[in-house]
């Protein structure tokens, strides 16, 4: 139960800011895959990153569908008394978020991959992050 706990206070964290922005560099929110065209030079790796911004948007899109189901099955749950926390664990087994997770964070090293340190700290170096 832990390891599904602390993914979804994880995925709640990460979605929960302003409607789904990644300001914390995981995956591309869209202030950020807005300024890829100003900051990378490189036509070929900048069409690479637009992907991994793509693909990084598909997923929060997703995500954000399976975190809403997530919390009203929750929701639902609470008022019943004779949920335990198994009940719980398998709606959080059910609903795969520690692939999602995983997902990110591989997404997150893509897009790495793909920037320069530079073009790293222009892209992430002066976004606000919200408490």
Do not use: C, H, Y
């Not at 599904?4 to 895959?33: K, N, R, Y």
């Not at 911004?53 to 997923?59: F, I, W």
């Not at 926390?85 to 997150?108: I, K």
């Amino acid at each position: 139960m832990i390891i599904s706990t602390l993914t979804v206070l994880l995925v709640g964290a990460i979605w929960g800011t302003a409607g789904g922005g990644l300001g914390i560099g995981i995956v591309p929110s869209e202030e950020v895959a807005s300024r890829i065209d100003e900051i990378v030079e490189d036509e070929d790796r900048r069409e690479r990153i637009e992907v991994v911004a793509r693909d990084g948007e598909s997923l929060r899109a997703a995500t954000n569908v399976r975190f809403g189901e997530l919390m009203e099955r929750f929701g639902e749950m609470s008022g019943d008394r004779e949920n335990d926390a198994a009940d719980f664990e398998a709606v959080v087994a059910d609903l795969d978020l520690d692939a999602r997770v995983s997902q990110m964070v591989d997404l997150r090293f893509r897009l790495k991959n793909e920037l320069t340190e530079d073009e790293w700290n222009r892209l992430f170096g002066n976004l606000e992050i919200p408490e």
